[in-house]
């Protein structure tokens, strides 16, 4: 009999909440998400739940559950979630700070659209999946669910997933948060996807991915995190009537990079030619770790660095490197604060400088906690 156990563990969660005080409140949110498959990396790279510092996040977010085939939510990786404990593990950390708001991601790169697209579809499968969210979340102790379909209306999906997509989170909405559960999305840079006049009726918080414009495939180099578009993406969310307070930016604490046709030739738009590079921990044709590219910097493989609109490239030999660092990192909180947006997202904390092996602990999410403690407007309001 599961269903008694289910509702005790569902009571125990409601009732013991706790009540939203003036302790918790934060000038902007940071939002850190947590790649459960880092814990099997080798060395130093391995990065489980007891590396995470719940106190310099205002959110945690674990990735990435999924659909099983009858397109209800499930672990994808059940020796990491269960197994090895890791939904039990991060829920746990809100024992180290009360004020932490733990959220379950589902979706996600790998787990493609198609799912997300039949999913979304009918009404029968949407009050299922969203039946299915709030027993699971319920279940683990999670504050919320953070959808990630990547993309409505693409990579196999249909035009009808726009819309579909809004009644989708109106579904789920309407299921956890008489409960208290917190429901946001992870929306890519490209705001075709979505019909911005309607989600943000339905969601806590939208986290726009400030990154990947440019694919690792890519026959030319460029940039991954480039401010412009990204900021334009965030006034089509405003203009469409988003209150800003419900925008989160997303950072990277990674990089993609390039192997060049011609070495000599290392500009914005260079031909590249096939991907050769990776990292040796991450181990992702194509992908850097923020550690990785410190590492890469640090013994002076790198010949050059530019900054340009407020993100980062390298080049190393015939390598191509597009990141962000703590300074462009900063001067985007910085943006988030002036704009009086709702905070600042990183993907993700087990590819930051965790262990600060080339400089300070968790490089890029300390630099988004201290430049939003370290804010003027902070001290001013607190003697209001
Ligand atoms: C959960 O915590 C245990 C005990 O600290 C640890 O050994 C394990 O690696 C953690 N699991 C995950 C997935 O982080
Ligand atoms: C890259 O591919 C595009 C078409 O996808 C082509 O127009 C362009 O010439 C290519 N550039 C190089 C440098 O190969």
């Known amino acids: 009999m599961i269903f008694p156990t289910l509702l005790l563990v569902f009571l125990v969660n409601v009732c013991s909440r706790p009540v939203e005080a003036d302790i918790c409140e934060s000038k902007a ?49 059940t020796n990491a979630d269960i197994n090895r404990g890791g939904l039990s593990n991060i829920t746990a950390l809100k024992e180290n ?58 990579r196999g999906g249909i035009a009808e997933d726009k819309d579909n997509f809004v009644v989708l989170l109106k579904t789920v909405k309407e299921k956890i948060s008489p409960w208290g559960f917190q429901l946001s999305i992870a929306v890519g840079a490209e705001t075709i996807y979505y019909n911005i006049p309607e989600i943000y009726k339905y969601v806590d918080y939208i986290h726009i991915m400030g990154y990947d414009l440019i694919q ?51 500009e914005i738009g260079s031909a590249t030619t096939t991907n050769t590079c990776g990292g040796a921990y991450t181990d992702e044709n194509g992908f850097l770790a923020y550690y990785e590219i410190l590492l890469l910097l640090k013994n002076g493989y790198c010949d050059g660095t530019e900054v340009s609109d407020d993100t980062v490239y390298s080049w190393c030999g015939d390598e191509w490197l597009t990141y962000d660092n703590e300074e462009t990192v900063a001067t985007k909180t910085q943006y988030v604060l002036d704009q009086s947006l709702g905070g600042v997202m990183v993907w993700s904390l087990d590819t930051d400088d965790f262990l600060g092996l080339y400089g300070n602990k968790h490089a890029i999410v300390s630099t988004i906690y201290n430049t939003i403690n370290s804010d003027a407007s902070l001290f001013l309001e607190n003697y209001d």
Request: charge should be negative; include cysteine; hydrophobic fraction near 40%.
């Open 29 to 77: 949110k940071i939002v850190c998400y947590f790649a459960s498959w880092a814990i099997y990396r080798d060395e130093d790279g391995m990065f489980d739940t007891n590396n995470i510092d719940p106190t310099l996040c205002t959110d945690i977010i674990y990735s990435f559950a999924g659909l099983d085939i009858n397109l209800q939510i499930a672990s994808l990786d």
């Open 97 to 154: 700070n009360p004020c932490v708001k733990i959220s379950l991601a589902v979706g996600g790169w790998g787990e493609g659209s198609i799912k997300y697209s039949v999913m979304a579809s009918s009404q029968d499968y949407r009050d299922k999946f969203a039946d299915s969210v709030l027993k699971f979340i319920t279940y683990y102790n999670f504050d919320g669910i953070d959808l990630d379909w990547e993309y409505p209306t693409s």
């Open 216 to 266: 690792s495939t890519s026959n030319v180099t460029g940039l991954s995190a480039p401010f412009t578009p990204i900021k334009a993406s965030i006034n089509a969310w405003l203009e469409g009537g988003t209150p800003a307070s419900k925008l989160i930016l997303g950072v990277p604490a990674y990089g993609h990079c390039f192997n060049l046709l011609d070495a000599s030739d290392h």
